[in-house]
């Protein structure tokens, strides 16, 4: 069956510093992959996807994450974190062909300080 | 684009009756849609997929009398909890997929049942 680990509960970074998120996944082919982000009480939004093709994929709001079938891992990143980034983020596996269900890791909160 | 909506975003109500939620699709035609679970501080938990027209199909451990989801078209379904309960209260979030398999998720409804 398929899984996805999200390592990191919790991680406290700068403003201004780089911020990494871990995702890996498993899985025996390569699985779509997503990355969202929730802000407190909030539905989910949609930061990047990876189906195929170029292994580092930009988002929106400045982010990008990097696809290594070698360590079956799928990381979020971002250079330079603002206040605003603050939130938790979910990194997501779909399965081709199964209706479009996604697996959702528990989830690392960010926390932004001055 | 790729907006979706939910109403209520809040609602409380007494053990035993029954509540209606939401779920719209504003600018796209999705003929699949989700409902999950999510408490506190955890990740999301799938409940049910949803296809225009047909029969939801529920996750294990989801009774499917007491969670009702109707997908009447291809722009709205519903998730009515039945005879609610304390323990049904929850955030509850719909998400509509996209063409290319992403899901775009609404804000989530906040049930509380006393």
């Known amino acids: 069956a398929q899984s996805v680990t999200q390592p990191d509960i919790h991680i406290t970074v700068s403003e201004g510093a780089s911020l990494e998120l871990r995702c890996n996944y498993s899985?025996?082919?390569?699985?779509?992959l997503f990355w969202y982000v929730q802000s407190p009480g909030q539905g989910l939004q949609l930061l990047l996807k990876?189906?195929?093709?170029?292994?580092l994929v930009q988002g929106i709001k400045g982010f990008e994450a990097e696809f290594k079938r070698s360590q079956s891992s799928f990381n979020l990143r971002k250079p330079s974190v603002h206040w605003s980034d603050a939130a938790e983020y979910f990194c997501?596996?779909?399965?081709?062909?199964?209706?479009?269900?996604?697996?959702f890791g528990a989830g690392t909160q960010v926390v932004v300080t001055p | 684009g790729a907006v979706v909506s939910q109403h209520p975003s809040r609602v409380i109500c007494k053990s035993g009756t029954s509540v209606k939620i939401e779920c719209r699709s504003l600018?796209?035609?999705?003929?699949?849609m989700f409902w999950y679970r999510q408490f506190p501080k955890k990740s999301l938990m799938l409940m049910a997929t949803?296809?225009?027209?047909?029969?939801?199909?529920?996750e294990q451990g989801v009774e499917k009398d007491k969670f009702l989801i109707n997908h009447a078209s291809l722009t709205l379904s519903t998730l009515t909890v039945t005879s609610a309960h304390p323990e049904d209260s929850s955030f509850y979030i719909c998400?509509?997929?996209?063409?290319?398999?992403?899901?775009?998720f609404g804000p989530g409804t906040r049930l509380t049942v006393t």
């Open positions: 998400s509509a997929k996209g063409l290319a398999y992403e899901q775009y």
């Open positions: 899985y025996g082919a390569t699985p779509y």
């Open positions: 990876y189906f195929s093709g170029d292994t």
């Open positions: 997501a596996v779909g399965v081709p062909d199964s209706w479009g269900k996604l697996q």
């Open positions: 600018d796209f035609q999705a003929t699949t």
């Open positions: 949803s296809n225009e027209g047909s029969k939801a199909t529920y």
